[in-house]
């Protein structure tokens, strides 16, 4: 029977390729112009963290932007978000030095999983200031929706919160993973 534990090539690696996945999408997110969006027609508003723009109406085809940085909660926000990500970008990368050599593998894995919550704490911060000051300073037309780009970034914080769980129970079994131990496969021996 064939077992396979983080100890095998391809399983040790899914852990920063989730962490890997999580950059990817962090990176939709901030580069997304679909933070908050119409909802139906007339599509007359398109924000992104950092800049909102409207259209007259239907028959206008020019956006008017403006930046949210004049206002100190779209800094806030924004440094937050950006803080959260470039933590994650710094445990993707001691994430794929702890798989990759044998001795460091569990000596800072919780630190990593620390880190990632305190990554996932930023983002959480700058995902909840956006649309709660953006709703109560920018007058809003119509109907709007918080759209792709914002849901990008929660995906990118839900993956975050997921490996950090990982990260800080992996060291618990330690022997498991590393195949110090007789696996188990049930049945009635004696």
Known sequence: MMRCGL??????WLLPLLLGLAIILGIISLAGRGWLESASFPYVR???LWSDCVKQGADDY???????MDYSWGRAAAATFLVGFIILCICFILAV???SIEILRFNFVRGIGGLLFLAA???IIGLVIYPVMFTEDIPLTGENMFSWAYGFGWATTIIVIGCAFFFCC???????VLGNIKPYYGGSGV
């Open 7 to 12: 100890a095998c090539w391809r399983c040790r």
């Open 97 to 99: 030095i702890a798989f």
């Open 170 to 176: 992996l060291p618990n079994w330690e022997d498991e």
């Open 46 to 48: 398109q924000a992104s």
């Open 121 to 123: 704490a930023f983002l």
């Open 62 to 68: 020019n956006w008017r932007c403006r930046s949210l």
